[in-house]
């Protein structure tokens, strides 16, 4: 089991960037995978970005050149940052861990655009 707390979600206009956070509970080398998943309101929750222990990146083709999936070990942390934010990149923000045949969730950051 882990547990996963986003944080650095907020309002900023369009054009801007934030970097999202996801602390884990125990080591992310542990992990088999980390991703990050945005859900709109009214919307499917929609995988964005994710990377295996073995460092390896996939992105959703609506992201790519503008978001960044990268982990620090050494903190338990996977970041996401977004740049060139777009009034459509409004959702809640997910960090999921993969582990065996489960998906851990946190508890989501709100990331909102003006535009």
């Known amino acids: 089991q882990v547990q996963l707390v986003e944080s650095g979600g907020g309002l900023v206009q369009a054009g801007g960037s934030l970097r999202l956070s996801c602390a884990a509970s125990?080591?992310?080398?542990?992990?088999?995978?980390m991703t990050w998943a945005r859900q709109a309101p009214g919307k499917q929750r929609d995988m964005v970005a994710s990377?295996?222990?073995?460092?390896?990146?996939n992105y959703a083709d609506s992201v790519k050149g503008r978001f960044t999936i990268s982990r620090d070990s050494a903190k338990n942390t996977v970041y996401l940052q977004i740049n060139s934010l777009k009034p459509e990149d409004t959702a809640v923000y997910y960090c999921?861990?993969?582990?065996?045949?489960?998906?851990?969730w946190g508890q989501g950051t709100q990331v909102t655009v003006s535009s």
């Open positions: 990377i295996t222990n073995q460092g390896s990146t």
């Open positions: 999921g861990g993969v582990v065996g045949s489960w998906v851990y």
């Open positions: 125990r080591s992310i080398s542990s992990i088999n995978a």
